[in-house]
């Protein structure tokens, strides 16, 4: 299997090179050149554990890496989490919640970052090596991107985060860190500032190269491949097709959703559930993709307007034709506005929600009262989305991060004290370290250059 641009404008790499690249060098994303079907393994899959169950997945999108080493690799990652499962189900009312804020950082993205940290360590050294991974944030990427490398004698990252803009202990999970291979940067704007600073910076092949940056963000093909993963492993716990139902911001979670479908994992359809900052809803429902302002709210990981992932989608629905994507993403860069299908696009296997934030609130309070079970804002998105449709298949809803991190938009739902958890309680605010730049590429490209050149 080989790894093609979303754009069509370079030729095909191998895994390995989709992993160390993160972007294409066309501005694209990088994609399997197709989609395998696995409808034969089903049934022998049900009884394989987490970390053999990604073992088999990845064996076939990573055929470039000896199948024990990722066997190990995917065994080490998966020892931080604390279940055994590392993705639980568990029953809530008439649906089921798939626990995904089991590893370090108490947040869904541990369980792709646990494992690029080990793919880029295994490769650097091979090769080695070293890397700048340049990230950009909304909430939980960093701080489970920085856990995945923290240390590392082979690794500096730099994250870009939202300055006040994500949540108090979401930052302090970054800053506290005082490994010496870790630099967090306050942007003065939003997470689409920073992600956009990020892809342009990455848009310069030449300062990517002389500078060795990578990529951990979910523009990184590894990230969607290894969330796939749980994907089957909750739909084969049930003797029929499932519906799950993703709160969505950069796509890039519910997108490795859809490429399990379509690679015959039993799912029958899909629930994106968006906050205020609609965008992606609206897409949905009509096939405008129309740029507004990010707002800010009590789910700060979705605050999101340009979803990165979105172009991934595109290729599938566009039959991989990189020129056709191409066309489509400048123009929405060039004028904030692009469409498919003349407005009248529908995709019939997935349904649109936009939850604002009373109904959020609402619905942590309810969970709380009915099932004495507590979620936290942005999986509450995802549940009241579950709950507005109708229909026979089992719905399963993905958590996507423990409530603690968000105590006191919890507690401002229930009425009660704020959860907590050790590892959040163990933070420390007085070694918090950052630095905060303008929203400008130029000024952070100069702190990259400071860092890395020591000049």
């Known amino acids: 299997m080989k790894y093609v641009s ?19 060098n066309d501005g694209g994303l990088y994609m399997p050149d197709h989609i395998p079907i696995v409808r034969d393994h089903l049934e022998s899959w049900r009884k394989l554990n987490f970390s053999e169950l990604a073992t088999e997945i990845a064996s076939i999108y990573a055929p470039d890496i000896c199948r024990e080493r990722m ?31 089991h590893g370090p950082t108490l947040a869904f993205k541990d369980i792709a970052l646990q494992v690029l940290g080990r793919l880029f360590e295994l490769v ?13 944030t909304s909430g939980d990427t960093g701080s489970a991107a920085i856990a ?21 202990l979401q930052e302090l999970q970054m800053t506290s860190i ?46 969607v491949m290894v969330q796939i993963v749980y994907y089957f492993y909750a739909s084969l716990k049930f003797d029929r097709p499932v519906t799950f139902s993703v709160p969505t911001g950069n796509f890039g979670n519910i997108l490795s959703g859809i490429l399990a479908q379509r690679m015959g994992a039993p799912i029958d359809r899909f629930v994106l559930g968006t906050n205020e900052n609609d965008i992606l809803f609206k897409f949905f429902k009509s096939g405008q993709y129309q740029l507004g302002k990010v707002r800010a709210t009590i789910s700060p990981s979705m605050d999101i307007q340009v979803a990165s992932n979105l172009e991934r989608y595109l290729y599938l629905l566009m ?137």
């Open 178 to 223: 005082q490994s010496q291979n870790v630099h967090c940067i306050g942007v003065e704007g939003s997470f689409d500032d920073c992600q956009q600073i990020m892809k342009s910076i990455f848009g310069d092949v030449e300062f990517k190269s002389r500078y060795h940056l990578g990529a951990v963000n979910s523009i990184n093909w590894a990230r």
């Open 6 to 24: 979303t754009r069509g404008g370079v030729e095909p790499v191998s895994f390995r090179d989709a992993v160390m690249f993160g972007q294409a």
């Open 124 to 136: 650097l050294e091979e090769q080695d090596s070293k890397l700048n991974i340049l990230g950009a």
């Open 148 to 168: 995945g490398v923290e240390g590392s004698s082979r690794i500096r990252i730099f994250i870009l985060f939202p300055d006040g803009r994500t949540s108090a």
């Open 319 to 455: 039959d991989s034709d990189g020129e056709r994507v191409n066309r489509f993403m400048d123009g929405f860069m060039n004028s904030g506005f692009v469409e498919v299908g003349g407005g009248n696009f529908a995709d019939p296997t997935i349904i649109s929600r936009r939850v604002n934030t009373e109904q959020s609130l609402k619905t942590i309070r309810e969970t709380w009262k009915e099932s004495r079970y507590i979620v936290d804002p942005h999986t509450a998105v995802g549940l009241a989305a579950a709950k507005s449709i109708s229909g026979n298949a089992q719905t399963v809803c993905l958590a996507t991060a423990h409530p603690a991190k968000f105590p006191d938009a919890v507690a401002q739902a229930t009425g009660g004290s704020p959860p907590t958890h050790p590892t959040l309680l163990a933070l420390d605010k007085t070694k918090a370290r950052k630095v905060v730049l303008t929203a400008n590429e130029q000024s952070v490209r100069e702190y990259l250059l400071e860092v890395i050149t020591g000049c």
């Open 71 to 101: 066997s190990k690799l995917f065994n080490d990652a998966f020892s931080t989490f604390d279940s055994r499962e590392v993705t639980p189900l568990v029953k809530v009312g008439d649906l089921y919640v798939l626990e995904l804020f």
